[in-house]
């Protein structure tokens, strides 16, 4: 029985190494993963159609737990300034406790799944459930800090608070399912979803989610190479748009949430071959089980509605992640501007004294899902002499160097002005490092040597990043580097968190001082 089907239970890690290439030769050329394809117009526009984000329920259940959270939180306070001030002194177990009752209220409210989009949507099935955890957190609070007479509010302040918290919960929940309506009539909460494959299994997966009950998938098309008599131009009313060598181009021009390859277990060798394509993008990967006697580790699954899904890759640093990271980059970053601005300064004073040109250099670069962005350097070559393309890179001795500019290479200075596009929010602090667009070693590109090197682009690449501080800055003039580089990038979006974020950046600087391939 082939690996798909293996009765005994398929770890999901293994094929995930197959399906990236792990297990197979880096470096074939053909049909490399992430290479660009012409979009036929069709499906271009479609994809303009899809051009704006949306929003994900996870943001929204998290932002919505939030503004509970701080209602209640203003409901007692104005129950106790109003009702039942706090005795001199109290203020503070006042405050504690009136905290603690809306906690443990929004905890309750989780733990009863009031927090589910379905749960959002049905205000009068749920709001049992919303009122007695209501009354629950307010109980336990009230019992616990029993001993505490004189910051407990009194037993009608009490009254006040709940039946306040009631009426304004309700109706914000009855606003909000009115909200979300209204936001999935508009596009403005899905998630967008491509199926890949077509033909029957296509069919049948498509009317399965149909059929789901608060269903949130927005199928955008459909792509698959097969031609018309085995699959047809429009399947289930949903319009075949492409190959599948289009699907990654329509997937970064299009803001697609999902791909489901909807394809029967027996075709595991053209799934390999699918993912290999597909995993460079930035988007959740899963293999449809509906129509399949695939028997998987239950880990492995999760479900769209009750239909199953093999997980083979969720997007990195997604929903509150992301949010998370973008905090930890401004904070970082105002603070490394603030600190840093005189070297800035005097490198920009440097720079346009000894060299006629601009100060800054500007040049396009691979950003996040490929987009290409203009990343800021102090310059650091002679303007007749730069080369916007980097297609030659530079060579220990370069002539097209300047005296100055050596010295901004080899200390990283020629790179303090990205701190600007991190907060322009085109770059990272930390994360792979962005590589010119034309960018290749010798007379290949990058991507000719690793063929899951865009695989790196489904972060925001940084100013800073794992390579860098393991040693690896500088010329990439072998494939030995170029593949350790992109393993260590890899390395970096699998295993990523804020206290890995933390880790490099306090390495950078230690890591500076390594600048054997730095010229």
């Known amino acids: ?27 074939a050329a053909a049909a490399t993963p992430g290479a660009s394809v012409e979009l036929n117009p069709f499906a271009k526009q479609i994809a303009e159609q899809f051009r704006e984000s949306n929003t994900s329920a996870t943001m929204l259940i998290g932002q ?16 106790s300034l109003l009702v039942a001030p706090a005795p001199e002194g109290l203020l503070l177990e006042r405050l504690a406790m009136i905290a603690a009752g809306s906690v443990l209220t929004i905890i309750m409210l989780q733990l009863v799944d009031t927090y589910l989009i379905p749960s959002l949507r049905a205000v ?3 709001a049992r459930r919303v009122l007695v955890s209501w009354l629950i957190g307010l109980a336990l609070t009230y019992l616990a800090i029993s001993f505490a007479e004189g910051a407990r509010l009194p037993t009608d302040a009490m009254v006040v608070w709940f039946l306040s918290g009631a009426v304004v919960l309700l109706a914000e929940r009855m606003l909000t399912a009115y909200a979300i309506r209204h ?8 998630r967008r979803a491509v199926i890949v494959g077509g033909g029957e299994p296509a069919k049948q997966l498509i009317r399965q989610l149909e059929q789901q009950s608060d269903n949130d998938i927005r199928i955008c098309g459909i792509f698959d190479d097969r031609g018309s008599q085995r699959s047809p131009s429009v399947v289930a009313g949903y319009p075949k748009l492409g190959t599948f060598a289009e699907l990654v181009e329509f997937a970064r021009l299009a803001r697609i949430d999902m791909l489901i390859i909807a394809l029967p277990a027996s075709a595991e060798a053209r ?13 959740d990967i899963r293999l449809a089980a509906h129509a399949n006697q695939l028997r998987f ?5 999760s479900h769209v509605g009750t239909v199953p899904m093999f997980d083979l890759y969720d997007k990195p640093i997604r929903d509150w992640d992301s949010v ?11 603070i490394a501007v603030a600190c840093l601005w005189p070297i800035m300064l005097i490198a920009a004073i440097a720079v346009k004294a000894t060299s006629e040109g601009p100060i800054l250099f500007r040049q396009n670069r691979h950003g996040f899902n490929n987009e290409t962005i203009k990343v800021l350097k102090f310059r650091s070559m002679y303007t007749n002499m730069s080369d916007q393309t980097a297609v030659k890179a530079v060579t220990k001795g370069d002539p097209r160097v300047t005296p100055v500019g050596r010295f901004l290479r080899k200390s990283s200075i020629d790179e303090l002005p990205q701190l600007f596009n991190v907060l322009k929010g085109e770059l990272s602090l930390v994360g792979p490092r962005p590589h010119a667009v034309h960018a290749q070693t010798g007379e290949r590109k990058y991507v000719d040597v690793m063929e899951s090197y865009f695989a790196r682009h489904r972060v925001k690449p940084g ?9 690896l800055r500088g010329e990439l003039d072998s494939d030995e580097k170029i593949r350790a580089r992109t393993q260590h990038d890899l390395d970096y979006i699998e295993n990523w968190s804020l206290l890995f974020d933390l880790k490099i950046l306090f390495l950078t600087p230690i890591s500076l001082f390594n600048t054997d391939n730095a010229y």
């Open 1 to 27: 029985m082939n690996e798909l089907g293996n009765p005994q239970g398929q770890d999901p890690e293994a094929l995930r190494r197959r399906a990236s290439g792990a297990e197979a030769d880096a470096g």
């Open 183 to 190: 936001w999935a009539r508009n596009g403005v909460m899905e």
């Open 297 to 301: 580790r239950p880990r492995s699954y």
């Open 271 to 283: 799934i390999l071959q699918l993912v290999r394509k597909l995993w460079v993008l930035p988007v």
């Open 463 to 471: 100013v800073t990043g794992w390579a860098q501080v393991k040693g």
């Open 124 to 126: 009068r099935r749920t």
């Open 64 to 79: 919505f737990r939030l503004f509970e959270l701080a209602l209640l939180l203003a409901i007692g306070l104005a129950v």
């Open 324 to 334: 998370a990271k973008r905090v930890f980059d401004i904070v970082f970053t105002v």
